[in-house]
């Protein structure tokens, strides 16, 4: 070895803080805990694994919001590989809400399908796990670890239904579709990491920051792009923009229902935290497109554009031929991430500090809107189809709104806002991406998605009217509401409220203080 480079590494002191990463490893203990009861308590005690689970979930909020209102400590560290800003804690939030929701309707369908609660619930804590680090990663490295945690784990969960071929179709499908992303952005960060060497000595970077500081040094610029270019094919995968959302409705419809909701919100949104992570804050803007940062800047940017169309408008044009209720909600999926995309793009289109954290936190206004309408909607869905997933065809929903008041219009008021109704949330999270586009002067952009949006009206409003308006021809017995689904239904519907009428303090909440990777007050 080097004797210079040898005396460098000795001079490097660890840079560990562990309060830093103490909400993933509360959920990470909490899933080994869930794991040791599962194996070791009787069979008829372990639906303790639920109640564990949620205890662990609502301990990491708890720390969140801590981190979020009284830390006073650094806003990095491992070597900047793990960050504290207001992008991290507000996509946290949303993963362990998610989560949380997710073991409230999942605790009565394990135990009603004879499935082991334990493997399922100590499985989304690891997915949660890897969320959060997709969230906190202020390096490419820890975000392709918490994708590979979250990814396997999620495997796993869409193929849970062991018996059913549907379910086994689903995970595989997945599995190999997303193997195939992660390919894709792994050897992105390779080129990237690659390029990012500099004619000085320096060795490549793996760190975001550190990227955004090499652009116009990097010994290899046609790297860059190459690299840019995949870890955008991987991260256009994870959050099912066209066209690479081929897997989203053979998997959305053959996993058991709560996996569909987990899959639809949870992992959509850290997808979202890690792409805005790399993209806004590794390759940045600048005024000039003669360099080489500005020019990987207005490849990307320009590539967005053109993939948030796309993902609308087949999103929504693929949501209307569909029969299943459940691939209709896999192609609303894809219509919503286009219109986060718009968000996104805004996000990227400045370099002004406070239109970019306002871009910034509108697109996590609008991911945390979509998860609270997503899970209330799967929750019903979840209800009706019954064990199997027996009913998730429109005609199963035909004339159920008289028979079955309270799910039906639970199930409407979901449905008018991921349409977009007025005070809804769904109309404010349109709002506020909508509004940070046109600031950045992305008109057409908006007028398109605008159209997207009176588009969606048939599908959701399709759904209501078959449940009022057409005459059900088979049998009908309304479902049983457990307890714990009863808690999800009012916290979804509160939130789908008070998100919509009262969206200031959370927007505000969300914003990214300069500078834009580490927050500080």
């Excluded at 002191?13 to 993933?24: A, G, H, K, T, Y």
Aim: hydrophobic share 55%.
């Amino acid at each position: 070895m080097n004797l210079s480079l040898a005396l460098q590494i000795q001079n490097v002191s660890p840079d560990v803080n562990l309060l830093l990463i103490l909400p993933e490893l509360i959920v990470c203990t909490a899933g080994v805990i869930v794991m040791m009861v599962d194996a070791f308590a009787r069979p008829r005690q372990r639906w303790m694994t639920g109640g564990l689970a949620l205890v662990g979930l609502v301990a990491a909020m708890a720390a969140s919001f801590w981190m979020w209102s009284g830390w006073a400590g650094p806003r990095e560290a491992f070597h900047g590989m793990i960050v504290l800003d207001e992008l991290r804690l507000g996509f946290t939030f949303i993963a362990l809400l998610v989560s949380a929701l997710t073991v409230l309707v999942s605790m009565v369908w394990v135990e009603g399908e004879n499935l082991p609660a334990g493997e399922f619930h100590s499985l989304l804590l690891f997915a949660t796990s890897g969320m959060m680090l997709m969230a906190s990663g202020g390096d490419l490295v820890i975000i392709f670890l918490g994708l590979e945690i979250l990814s396997i784990a999620t495997y796993v969960m869409a193929g849970f239904r062991r018996t059913d071929l549907r379910s086994n179709e689903s995970s595989l499908k997945y599995f190999i579709l997303g193997s195939f992303s992660s390919a894709f952005l792994l050897y992105g960060i390779a080129l990237v990491y690659g390029a990012t060497a500099t004619r000085t000595g320096l060795a490549g970077t793996t760190n975001i920051a550190e990227i955004a500081n090499r652009l116009d040094v990097s010994l290899y610029p046609p790297l860059l792009f190459a690299g840019a270019a995949m870890m955008l094919v991987g991260f256009g995968f994870k959050i099912a923009t066209a066209p690479f959302h081929v897997w989203t409705p053979d998997v959305y419809e053959g996993a058991p229902t709560p996996v569909t909701a987990f899959m639809a919100a949870g992992p959509k949104a850290a997808g979202f935290a890690s792409f805005l992570r790399v993209f806004v804050f590794g390759f940045p803007f600048v005024a000039t497109v003669a360099s080489v940062q500005g020019q990987i800047h207005a490849a990307w940017l320009g590539a967005l554009v053109v993939l948030a169309i796309i993902t609308m408008t087949i999103g929504n044009v693929g949501a209307i031929v569909q029969n299943n209720v459940k691939r209709m909600l896999a192609y609303s999926s894809i219509a919503h991430a286009g219109y986060a995309l718009v968000g996104f793009v805004a996000a990227g289109a400045t370099g002004d500090p406070v239109f970019k954290s306002e871009a910034l936190s509108s697109v996590a206004f609008y991911m945390l809107t979509y998860a609270v309408m997503n899970l209330g909607a799967f929750a019903v869905v979840t209800l009706i189809a019954r064990s199997g997933d027996r009913r998730t065809d429109f005609e199963d929903y035909n004339g159920i709104g008289f028979q079955s008041p309270g799910l039906a219009f639970t199930l409407s008021l979901f449905m008018l806002s991921l349409l977009g109704l007025p005070l809804t949330a769904g109309f404010m999270g349109k709002i506020m991406v909508f509004r940070a586009a046109l600031n950045a002067g992305y008109y057409s952009l908006v007028v398109i998605a605008v159209l997207n949006t009176a588009i969606s009206a048939y599908y959701y409003l399709r759904l209501i009217i078959v449940m009022f308006f057409r005459e059900r021809t088979t049998s009908w017995s309304a479902p049983r509401v457990p307890a714990s689904v009863i808690v999800v239904l009012i916290i979804t519907v509160l939130g789908v409220f008070y998100l919509g009428l009262f969206p200031n303090r959370v927007l505000d909440a969300f914003k990214t203080r300069p500078p834009a990777v580490m927050a500080t007050r």
